[in-house]
């Protein structure tokens, strides 16, 4: 249980950054909204823990933040992608895709040897 | 690097937390209202897109809190809760809490200000470029120094410093605008500034070249000199100087911090060939360690003597670092003193330890609620330790400032050169860290935990938690009480030692009568007085005089009594053979006027006085003995008629021997009683007095015995010494009751201080002892009510209660005289007369301590006694 929370703490980052990236500054709703879109429901997250995710992000500077006004009209607190936030989001996913790597070849060398 | 960045952050973030908690609240109604606008869309009930949106957030409450968590630090919101606290349970119990700081500042300002000179003394380093290898060059006999071609030699060969000077401290008399004065001079070599890298003030510094004899005479003025005597014009550069009636020039000011080794009022330059005794400093190349440069001077004074003929030898040089010069034989002393106020720190702690316990009784039932509501051991442990913090903080900074105080007064009264330096620096602040910390802990720990080992149940029920909780509480109490009755004794015992000491001190008979005997220093020029008539000038001004109103007797000698060291070896004729185990006695010679033994006070036991003959003629040699040289050499014998000679030493100057005659048997006129000369606590060495006409010296101490107070008699001396010569001044006016109380002021500020410290230690160990009997008094309130219900008489409940006192009292005497033994033995050599196991000591320690305790009390026993039963048993 534990275990999968902290996966989860770690890869929220992850998709937050890129979630960014690929829509442009959004409100902590629209974000959680979206990561829940492309999990395909698999991942169901309360909306809320986006918030001390949005704001660790922020302090360690990869986000930054300002009060914006939504689509239809209402004040929003809008993310936005920083530099330093671009290069750990590409640092992060070089890694992910490595750890990505080795797993698959461990677990399909499992497979030859059964 | 970005981990560091989200820590700046955070910590920004902890002074507007009111703005991001608005914020956050504004943001997730902001998330909200969109999730339910988009709900809406979906077609649910207002109602149902509501419940939706709220469900999906997943807690508000702990999101915020999260939130909070992650933006600022858990444990530094917890110890700001904390320290409110504290603060509002300190500021309810306000004269307890005052107390409490009084007495730690009072211990801390002794620790510090203790620690202030340790720190002076033995860590910080001098305020010098590399002081750390700054180099005495000395001489193996101690007080001894090298000539002016050893300078040369040791400058010129060595390889082993960076800079070498040396220096004499002298005096000159000095005129100006008419009025003789006498001025304290550094007699310098030129490279003596740049050893400690003094920077003119003014001017330049000297050169190489005025160093070579025959060379106009210069000289530097020190920054106060210049001050006072030039009121700091610039015009002083040039001008002139006449010093011992010669001309000497101002070529620069010295910077105001060039008091090391001592300050004077002028720099002389010594010039080559110069006949004075100089002694260097040196700073040693990098790398160079002590011991190779001890080896290198050593060669160089090797190859000197050798093309040397004997009476031209002198002493192979030795070096020492700064700080063992300096403060080589005060570190017993200054170890006792921290230890003493270590000591009172500790009592200081165990009082405030026994009232923190007490308190924390009667926080009991809070405490119960707190652990009720789910508070852990460890956050009640951290509340309580907090409100020790916050005691022991202004107590520590309060006794910081007062210790200051206390050193900044003592170091202006004693008129402390610039290099001392006692002030606040990194290893002191971190001593006080230390010492905050270490007190903290060590008076707030232990009822902290003994808080947090509450039983719920126990606690919760007041009533019971009267009877049974408090038994554990008071076997503390009683236990810290001990504690600190023992550390008190320690303290008194060892105050006790010292006083005792001292007292032994001023009991010593002196050999002299010290009451009105008025001396000062004369230094004749040498220029203008040559050899005998030196003895001449100080004839007639003796016999001047005598003929002052209300002066009974006057003389002079080279050396006071309890004054310096001019020693040497004797040969005996007729000796008593010479024990094996012993080494010769290096022997004290006086130069004396007649009339020496008169105005001293000396007792002649036989024999008779020098008189102005003696000594005149060239093979006229006597001597006059004390009992301690008859002793001996001739045990039991009469030492008139007998001879003694100076023996012809390494370092004597055999020149002036010979030509005073000095090489001759002189023999025994006179036997006079012994005088304390090294110290009134010293032992009684040997010592011959010779006729003042076989020293040239130019310096003599001049003696008056007068009927009148000594302030009257100075103006009159002054002018008959100016009727003489008008270019001399008076050196060192002081009488000899000063004199003796000079010798004994060490000790008499020792004892002073330690007893200070150890009254100080009583007043708080029976404080607390008063406290914690008052207490069982007052606990214990039902139950004496019961016992005189059941027949006790009032005298029963006195014994009853003075007795759980006077236990407490023999215990912690037990256990403070063992302590007391084994600290006495560690100062053993600091005390004087009496041996460590001293039983007049122990039995006033004992009957001080027995009185104070019994007042202690007294007190509570007799509230107890006049307990009314009724009263005390409805009180329940």
Redesign the interface.
Known sequence: MSTKTDVMQGTLGLMVLKTLETMGPLHGYGIARRIEQISGNLLSVNYGTIYPALLKLEQEGCISSEWGVSDNNRKAKYYKLTRAGRKQLQESAREWEQTKCILEQFLTLGEESS | M??L??WI??LCSLFKRKQLDY??G???E??L???I?DNLRAGMSPEEARRNALI?????D??FE??RD??GFRWLAELQRNLCYAARILWKQKALSLIVIGILAFASAANTAVFSIYNFLFIRSFPYPHSERLVYVGTSGGYGGYDSESHHRYREENRSFEAFGSYNPDYRNYSRKGEARTTTILLVTCDFASVFQYQPALGRGFLEKEEGPGEPKVVMLSHSFWQREFGGSVSALGETLKLDGEVHTVVGVLPSNADFPQPADLWVLFQKGQGDTIRGYGRLKEGVSLEQAQQDLTRIHKSMMETRSMNEYLAPPRLRFLREKLFGNVGSTITMLLFAVGILLLIVCLNVAGIMLARSESRSQEMGIRTALGASRAGIIRQLLTESLLLALPGVLLGLLMGQALLRLIALKLEAPSWVRLTPDIPFLAFCVVLTGATTAFFGLAPALQAARVNVQHSLHEASSRLSASGAKRRGLKMLVVGELAFAVVLLVGAGLLLRSWQKMLAVDPGFRADHVFTFNIKLPPPAYKGIDDSRFFERFIESLRQLPGVTAASGANVLPLGGYNQFFFDVEGAAPHPAAETDPAILMRWIFPDYFKTMGVTLVSGRDFNAEDGRAKNSCVAIVDQSFARRYWPGADPIGKRIRIRAEDNLQGQWRKEVGLDRWMTVVGLTRNVAHYGLDRAIEPGVYIPYNKWRSSQMYILVRSTVDPAGIVGPIRSQLRKLDPDVGILFPMTMTEVVKRSTLVRRVLSIVMMLFAVAALLIAVAGVYGVVNYTVSRRTHEIGIRMALGATRGQILGMVAGGGARLMIVGAILGVAGAFAASQAMRNMLFGITAFDVPTYFIVGAVLIGAVAAATLLPARRAANIEPMRALRSE
Do not use: D, L, Q
Request: glycine content about 8%; hydrophobic content about 30%.
């Open positions: 970005r981990t960045r989200a952050v955070r914020e956050f504004e943001e997730i902001c998330h209202a969109m999730h606008e999906k957030f997943g807690g508000v702990r999101i999260e939130h992650r933006r």
